[in-house]
């Protein structure tokens, strides 16, 4: 069983080699002429090619390339307290104490708690927009680094598994790719946590969940996705790109759930607050 735990710095350093793209090309140790030479090639590269932000378009002063410009970093809407401690729901009011949010309430989720990288606005809805919609799959390891970086501050973090939201087959082909599979993949890499693509499958297009109340997008999603395969007693990190009234992510997990899962928990690059507007469904 493999763990993760706040703090590895070895497991930190070596998924990085390997997952963000070149952002850190050294991983400490003894330095070869083999990577002598290889810092050399990048300064010129850079000096051709110098790399630029993949959201502003900024180019970097430095020569070690980054995905993201630090103004961009530093605009991503942190999840900060209070929220909801089952589904991550942000809180309008400032201070309270931990409470579980209406809908949590109303009906237990399957899912323990739900990581994410912050708040479904600004600079981060931009970014998932662009990763989802616009055919910008090369944010994908970017976006998971920002949310590996989440996870592996979580200190109660040991899943098994990694499991990404599927898509239908029919709304596959017209994105051409699953936007959570790719981020589960970068996860998987850089946390060193098995990926299993296929194992939660949906079973019928759902309509857009676009303009549906809770409720609605509640029974949309009711019967949408079937296991392949058991689950008994495997703890699983169900992964997607947003979470906005998570009717998606309730089923999935309602549905791992039932096929034996000990213990699922939820990770999602942004999280929409409550009555947040979207231009695509969820
Ligand atoms: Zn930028
Ligand atoms: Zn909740």
């Known amino acids: 069983m493999k763990k993760v735990f706040l703090g590895f710095s070895g497991l930190r350093a070596s998924s990085e080699l390997r997952c963000t793209g070149g952002e850190h090309l050294f991983g400490g140790g003894k330095v070869s002429f083999f990577h002598i030479l290889q810092s050399e090639a990048l300064g010129l590269f850079n000096l051709f090619f110098p790399s630029s932000c993949l959201l502003c378009g900024t180019v970097h002063k430095k020569s070690t390339p980054k995905s993201f410009c630090t103004r961009c970093l ?10 909801c401690p089952r589904c991550a729901l942000p809180y309008p009011a400032e201070e309270g104490s931990i409470h579980l949010c209406g809908e949590c309430i109303r009906e237990e989720p399957a899912f323990v708690s739900v990581y994410a990288a912050g708040i479904y606005e600004d600079v981060l809805r931009r970014a998932v927009h662009r ?5 910008r799959s090369e944010l994908d390891r970017p976006l998971a680094r920002l949310l590996a970086d989440k996870l592996l501050q979580a200190e109660d973090f040991s899943p098994e598994l990694i499991v990404p939201v599927p898509l239908h087959p029919s709304r596959l082909r017209e994105r051409t790719y699953n936007q959570a599979l790719l981020l589960a993949r970068c996860l998987g890499q850089m946390l060193e946590i098995p990926v299993v693509p296929r194992l939660l499958m949906r079973t019928r297009p759902t309509p857009s969940q676009q ?16 296991l392949r395969g058991s689950m008994t007693g495997r703890r699983i990190l169900l992964v997607d790109d947003v979470l906005t009234t998570g009717a998606t992510i309730r089923e999935c997990a309602r549905v791992l759930q039932h096929g034996g899962a000990l213990e699922i928990r939820v990770s999602v690059l942004a999280r929409a607050r409550r009555g947040a507007s979207f231009s695509e469904s969820d």
């Open 211 to 226: 303009g549906l109340r809770a409720g609605e997008r509640r029974l949309n999603q009711k019967g949408a996705f079937s």
């Open 131 to 135: 990763f989802k919609f616009q055919g």
């Open 74 to 83: 530093d605009k991503i809407p942190p999840l900060l307290p209070p929220f």
